[in-house]
């Protein structure tokens, strides 16, 4: 009965011992931290290096702490050796938006075509153009796990900024009557993208389909003529890379030829893939808008389908245009998918235009909305509307901004606070109705969530950037996740080093298991306090004693067990 009793008193003063201790740590969550390293990674902590530290009572304390327990007075610590932390932000790079300088940027958005460069529409040579449409445009920041720092970011539109267009079009036997329109429309194209900037370019580029079974027909005459005065079918065929020379764009828009092929779908897939990759035989300019108008009547063919004619190997992202322009891996590579299209938009900031007929619309809307910095359009039976069809898409596409990042699970982008217009200020990572010469003010937070495993990752590289555009804020992250004295360093270095974690100046660690924590003036046991039984271990006659999982102390003496087996359960 006396033994029942006894460890009924270990038991409840375990639990209440252990249940203080949480309660305390809950408080205070710094009094865990056993290295300097974690102590940084705990908000609100700060890591006293001092030797030999101890509460005014001569109690051992935890080093790491709540900052304003030193600050207080609560615990002593020598200024020089407590350790703090605090985000760093720096701005290398913050020039002025370019529209804080329309004057020295040459024609305003309405006035290019009246200008005399050279040419019957008033466009320039396409020349070099470094436009400034987001700022700052570099920050370097340190930070601490749990403390988000801000930053103002500002974007506004350049005046007579430059646009690149590549029309992609379907030249299957159904669109014959479509290029006729078009080879007509292109002056006019132009001189409607040259009231808009006086910096334009023109490229035109065609696509049937695979060259395969069930695609297209095979037949040795199919091959040639799959259709009367059609040309032999091809996957994409490069023919104008963008140009100022819009007579050029004309001609090859009236001698390109359709051809034909067997099932519905189209290859557009494929052109689409090879019209954005291929950056440099398009010719596509890092300092421009780019869009590439997509044109045709039919659905398009994605990644799987390449199975039906024998093609598994997935399409690679990669450019394949021969000398002539065509694609070579028509019938190597299956078609790309839908989110390897959005990605290869996103890296190389283009916007896609789809034009399609009424009957396509519905299912173009939604891909739109799958692919970043894309719309669609109701093309004509005959494409008699692409100028304005174009010139309202460009419209739509420029009324706005949509800032995107590229964090990681470490760090953590909530959506900025935008400033839309003169309204106050909301959740929002978007701007609509912008216009030349006003600016969309956002207030970005940026937090790190935790430290990465890998010291490699420690440093990295986070971008902001507006949607569709090939500019961006670029933030140089550095993780405080170590300490100075918790690097590899010389032999003097050893006793920091030991300060680094709870020990003592010889770099004895500090016992934590039995000693009592400094919590604000009370003290607490520790949840791993062991508890004396202050009487010697009772034989057991055979019974198993219960402990609760809790380790009763013998003062180091072994006790007899009478040649009963005893163990804890």
């Not at 409840?12 to 009094?31: F, I």
């Not at 409607?192 to 006086?198: D, R, S, V």
């Not at 508890?531 to 219960?546: A, F, K, M, N």
Request: hydrophobic content about 30%.
């Amino acid at each position: 009965m006396l033994l029942r009793l006894l460890f009924a008193c270990a038991v409840l003063l375990t639990m209440t011992s252990g249940q203080d201790a949480t309660k305390v740590l809950q408080e205070n969550p710094c009094l865990s931290k056993q290295t300097c390293g974690k102590c940084m990674q705990s908000p609100t902590c700060a890591w006293c290096a001092q030797a030999h530290f101890v509460t005014g009572d001569n109690t051992t304390a935890s080093r790491c702490n709540r900052e304003r327990n030193f600050r207080s007075g609560a615990l002593s610590c020598d200024e020089r050796l407590l350790k703090t932390w605090a985000n760093q932000v720096s701005v290398p790079r913050d020039e002025p938006l370019s529209s804080e300088h329309e004057g020295d940027a040459g024609a305003g958005s309405s006035g290019g075509a009246s200008g005399d460069s050279g040419d019957s529409f008033g466009c320039s040579s396409g020349g070099s153009f470094d436009a400034i449409q987001i700022a700052p445009q570099h920050v370097r920041m340190s930070l601490r796990v749990g403390e988000p720092q801000q930053l103002s970011v500002r974007f506004a539109l350049a005046p007579n900024y430059p646009i690149d267009l590549y029309y992609l079009m379907d030249l299957s036997k159904s669109m014959e009557d479509d290029k006729q329109k078009l080879s007509t429309l292109g002056n006019l194209l132009a001189l409607e993208m040259c009231k808009l900037t006086t910096n334009f370019r023109l490229g035109f580029g065609s696509f049937v389909d695979k060259v395969l079974l069930p695609y297209t027909s095979t037949l040795p005459a199919d091959l040639e003529h799959p259709c009367d005065n059609c040309t032999a079918p091809y996957g994409f065929h490069n023919s104008l890379p963008l140009t100022t020379d819009i007579d050029s764009f004309a001609e090859n828009v009236m001698s390109a030829k359709v051809s034909g092929n067997l099932d519905f779908p189209e290859g557009g897939f494929d052109a689409i893939m090879q019209a954005i990759v291929c950056k440099q035989q398009i010719g596509w300019r890092s300092s421009a808008r780019r869009l590439l108008v997509f044109s045709t009547d039919a659905g398009s063919h994605y990644a799987g389908d390449g199975k039906l004619g024998g093609v598994v190997e997935p399409n690679d992202g990669e450019c394949h245009l021969d000398e002539k322009g065509f694609y070579t891996h028509s019938d190597k590579l299956d078609y790309p998918s839908v989110s390897q299209i959005n990605q290869k938009v996103k890296q190389n900031s283009i916007n896609i235009i789809f034009a399609v007929t009424s009957e396509q619309r519905s299912a173009y809307d939604m891909l739109s909305q799958h692919i970043e910095a894309s719309s669609a359009g109701t093309l004509s039976s005959d494409s008699s509307n692409v100028v304005q069809l174009v010139k309202e898409q460009h419209d739509a596409i420029t009324s706005f901004v949509e800032l995107k990042d590229n964090s990681t699970d470490f760090v953590r982008i909530p959506v900025p606070l935008g400033v839309p217009g003169t309204g106050a200020p909301e959740e929002t990572n978007r701007c609509d109705g912008l216009k030349i010469g006003h600016a969309a003010d956002f207030t970005v937070t940026v937090e790190l969530v935790k430290c990465p495993a890998d010291p490699a990752q420690w440093e990295s590289v986070v971008e902001i950037r507006p949607t569709g555009l090939n500019e961006s804020l670029v933030i140089h992250l550095t993780k405080q996740c170590q300490c100075d004295c918790e690097r590899a360093g010389p032999a003097d270095l050893v006793r920091a080093r030991a300060w680094c974690r709870h020990t003592d100046a010889d770099g004895h660690r500090l016992p934590t298991h039995g000693h009592r924590l400094w919590t604000h003036g009370h003290r607490s046991p520790t949840l791993a306090h062991r508890l004396p039984t202050h009487v010697h271990r009772p034989p057991t006659y055979g019974h198993r004693l219960s402990t609760h999982g809790h380790r009763l102390s013998t003062h180091g003496h072994r006790l007899p067990t009478h040649g009963h087996s005893c163990r804890r359960v």
